[in-house]
Structures are given as C-alpha cells and as structure tokens.
C-alpha cells in the first residue's frame, strides 16, 4: 500500500498569531475551529448567511464513509478519512457513528461483489442479521455489507454547531462579509469552494442532486447504499421521518434537479422499500462539488496565503484531517507530500 510521506521545514514557516479563514462551509469551519482551539486570533469570513445556502456544503449527505468510498477513491481518501474519522469522534462525541449498510438486488449481485472486493472494514449480514440492525428492511435484501465503524452527519446541524464551537473557542464569525485573499493582510487560508477560480482556475463544479422526503412508515439508523450499476444512491436518515435521498455526480454546472435524476433517486428509495412511495417530497435540491482534475484535494500554500481545496464528494469526510495538516505546517513546518503543494 502507498504509504505518504511527511517532512518538516526545520522551524515553524509562519509565527503570526492572527489566521483569516474565508468561507465557512465544511472546509473552513474546520480550519476555522482547530486554529481558534490552538489559540490563534482567528476571523471566519463568509459571504452568506448564517443559513450558509450559498456553499455546497448545505446540500451534502454528510456521510463520514471511508471504507465505502474507496471503491472509487484514491488511498490517500481512505488514509485522511480514517484520520477524519478519529477527529470527528473527539471533537463531536455525539456523532452517530452507527455504519453504513450496503444492499443490492440479485440482478445486480456482480456489482455488490465487485463493491465488496474493493473495499474493506465491512462484515457480511445475510438477511436476518439485516433485520436485526434496521428491523423496517426485513425481508428486503438477502446480504449485504455492514461497514460497522462508518459514521453520518447531518450538515445543516453540524455546519452552526461548528461555528458555535468555533465561537466559544474564541473565534469570530463575519456572514455576510465577501472577501478576497489578496485584500486581507497577513495569513489566510482561503476555503471558497468553487468560488476559489478566479486564483485556481483549474476547478470545476461537478453537480450532485438529492431529494429529500417525509415518510413514517420506514425507520433507518445509518445510511443504506443501494448498489447501482452508474452512480451509488443512498438513502439517509435525517431524524424527526425525513430521509435524504443522493446524490447523482454529473460532470456539469447546471443546478437544479432533472427528471432522469429524480426518477433515479425516487426509484432508488423505493428499491430500499416500497413503503417510500407514499413518502411526501420536501425538497429536491442541487450542489456543485469543488474538485481538481485529479479529483483529490489540495492544501496549496503560497507564503502566508494558504487555499485547501477540491474537496470533490468528500467534504465532511476530509475537512478535519485537512485542518490538522494545515494547522501543523503554520505551528511546525510539516508538509504533507501527498496532499500539500508549496510554492
Ligand atoms: C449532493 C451532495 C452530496 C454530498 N455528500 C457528501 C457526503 O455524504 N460526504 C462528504 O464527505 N461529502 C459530500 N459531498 C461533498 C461536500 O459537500 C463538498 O466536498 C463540500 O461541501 C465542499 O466544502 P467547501 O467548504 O470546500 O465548499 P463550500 O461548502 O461551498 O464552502 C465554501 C464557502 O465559501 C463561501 N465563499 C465563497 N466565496 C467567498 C468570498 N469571496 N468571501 C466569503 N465567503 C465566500 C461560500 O459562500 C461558501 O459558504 C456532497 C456534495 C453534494 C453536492
């Protein structure tokens, strides 16, 4: 297995104790949190509101899943997802980290046996043993995958819990305060997402879609993947009967929701159960992920300007990880070869 490799600068590159952090989706409310509990002077800067609909983040899963993801990932995904996964657990105890549950159809056994050869961390359930852990699939699936230590948040909650903590940390939030890292003097980190192109110009927006729906006839505690021969589909539990159903990845920046992918995610949900035919939609929503032609992310540091990006469909899972190396570069000068560029 590749294994990364780290290296130090000697002494710490930047000794400034004041950090500017602009936006404050998944990426930067995490810069944001771990600079202001190291006791740095630290100032968030976002464009929206509190509600944060501007950034892709308000419309992810939010599904902590390194094992599942490195069926289409890079190692260096699972290595920081796994570190990822440490933070989230110490920062945010209180994070359902119930796993995620794979399921396939028979016709499509040759995917779900594909998806099981290239991942690891799982345990095989055969249908009883599906039961047990989600009673409302009983007789659904006859296996699937049980990725025990896989865990989910909900962004919507998780984003203003962040910039609470951010904010007992000593930290400060500006909303609806546009910035520009060439305009603020001294360190920045900049975290705009997709609105970093105008310096990165290598970025592109790669839609994801989701529907979001009502039902109390069907109860879930994890995310279930359903093996599909495209794209995955999930379903994800939101608490209070609501699910999430994503997400497409379409190589386009058109927003909103087509019909093909609504029939998709619709008949994904009724797949998992029939019972979600009856569901209410709420809401069908569209993001545009963030991401580099490789499709991995970046740290890319410039003397005191510092841009982490290209988060792609794995925001929630790498933003702590990608917090840490940041954080240990500014105290101590180490560099992350597989992850950090500096120029
Ligand atoms: C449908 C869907 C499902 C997904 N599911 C998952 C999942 O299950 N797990 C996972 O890990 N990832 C998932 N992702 C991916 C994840 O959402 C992204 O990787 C992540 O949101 C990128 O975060 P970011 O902070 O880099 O960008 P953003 O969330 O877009 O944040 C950038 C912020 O910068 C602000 N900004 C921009 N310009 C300025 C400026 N000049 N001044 C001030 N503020 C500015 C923006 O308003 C925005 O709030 C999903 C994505 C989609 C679309």
Request: aromatic share 8%.
């Amino acid at each position: 297995m590749y294994k990364s490799s780290t290296h130090q600068r000697g002494q710490s590159p930047i000794s400034v104790t004041t950090i500017s952090v602009i936006g404050a989706g998944i990426a930067g409310a995490w810069q944001a949190l771990l600079f202001a509990q190291a006791g740095r002077n630290v100032t968030l800067h976002e464009r929206s509101d509190a509600a944060m609909t501007q950034s892709t983040s308000h419309w992810a899963g939010g599904m902590l899943a390194p094992y599942c993801e490195a069926e289409g990932s890079e190692p260096v995904i699972v290595r920081l997802g796994l570190r990822s996964l440490k933070l989230w657990r110490e920062y945010f105890p209180e994070t359902p980290f119930n796993g995620s549950l794979v399921v396939a159809h028979a016709r499509d056994r040759t995917d779900f046996e594909r998806f099981a050869r290239l991942t690891s961390g799982y345990r095989r359930l055969d249908a009883p043993a599906i039961a047990e852990i989600e009673p409302s699939l009983e007789g659904r699936f006859r296996e699937g995958l049980f990725y025990a230590d896989e865990g989910h948040v909900e962004p919507r909650k998780i984003l203003p819990e962040l910039h609470a903590r951010i904010r007992a940390a000593g930290g400060q939030i500006e909303f609806n305060s546009e910035a520009e890292p060439d305009d603020i003097d001294g360190t920045v980190i900049d975290c705009r997402g997709l609105a970093a192109r105008d310096t990165q110009s290598e970025l592109r927006g790669v839609k994801g879609e989701l529907i979001l729906i009502e039902t109390d006839e069907v109860e879930l505690s994890r995310p279930v993947r359903l093996i599909h021969p495209r794209f995955p589909l999930y379903v994800i539990p939101r608490g209070d009967h609501r699910f999430m159903l994503g997400a497409t990845t379409i190589e386009t920046e058109n927003t909103g929701v087509s019909v093909r992918s609504a029939l998709e995610l619709l008949g994904a949900a009724y797949a998992v159960h029939p019972a979600f035919g009856e569901a209410r939609i709420l809401e069908f929503g569209s993001g545009l992920r963030p991401a580099y032609p490789d499709n991995l992310p970046r740290i890319a540091v410039n003397n005191e300007k510092i841009a982490v990006n290209g988060l792609y469909r794995h925001g929630f899972l790498l933003a702590p990880a990608l917090a840490e190396l940041t954080l240990g570069y500014v105290e101590r000068g180490t560099i992350d070869n597989e992850v950090m560029q500096c120029a």
